[in-house]
């Protein structure tokens, strides 16, 4: 299993990465938590990874800490929920969000992420919540602060409204609804996190 990647960061388009490790290019997918945390290109990057084989392709996740990584595994072992759903959760609402959302029970904020259905948001809310607590419980310092606290570093992309479109359309949501939720969020000014975020807001 590939656990943890370190290199030359290449490309990213979110939420797709390439990473040159001694020569050999690595695709990743990261949730935008981890995304706007990555260094500049032709930078060094550290990513901890979930590596998920199936039958008709081999895929790669990545992360800026462990524990961001544990919230992802945790995920993807409810019932209903797989890597790319896992993916668009932590990608769509902070992980203060979730977990807010957890111990709230509220299932209407996780119903109008795209795939997460009633019955899936019930179910999320059910098998996370000791998971969570267990998971929180066990966090180091550094750990704990990104699990209850989440601050990006701002990444200034070209073409700040092509860059969200590809971003939304990447996590699921339809070409309509990421097209509107970008027109109404855009500002002049606004650089591609920015502009993700409140497209990502907006629909909350």
Known sequence: MIGRLHGILLEKQAPDVLLDVQGVGYELQM??????????????????THFVVRED???LYGFITKQERSLFRLLIKANGVGPKLALTILSGMTAQEFVNCVERDDIATLVKLPGVGKKTAE???????????????????????????????PSNLNSA????????LALG????????????????????????????????
């Not at 409204?161 to 939304?168: G, K, Q």
Request: glycine fraction near 2%.
């Open 31 to 48: 949730p935008l938590t981890s995304f706007y945390e990555l260094p500049e290109l032709n930078q060094t990057a550290t990513i901890y």
């Open 57 to 59: 392709a081999q895929l």
């Open 123 to 153: 179910r999320l809310l059910v098998e996370m919540r000791d998971k969570l607590k267990s998971l929180l419980e066990t966090a180091s310092g550094n750990e704990r602060e990104f699990m209850l606290k989440s601050n990006y570093t």
């Open 161 to 168: 409204e092509e860059d969200a479109m590809a971003a939304l």
């Open 173 to 204: 949501y339809k070409p309509a609804q990421a097209s509107k939720a970008v027109s109404s969020a855009a500002e002049e000014g606004m650089d591609s996190e920015t502009l993700i975020k409140a497209a990502l807001k907006s629909m909350l």
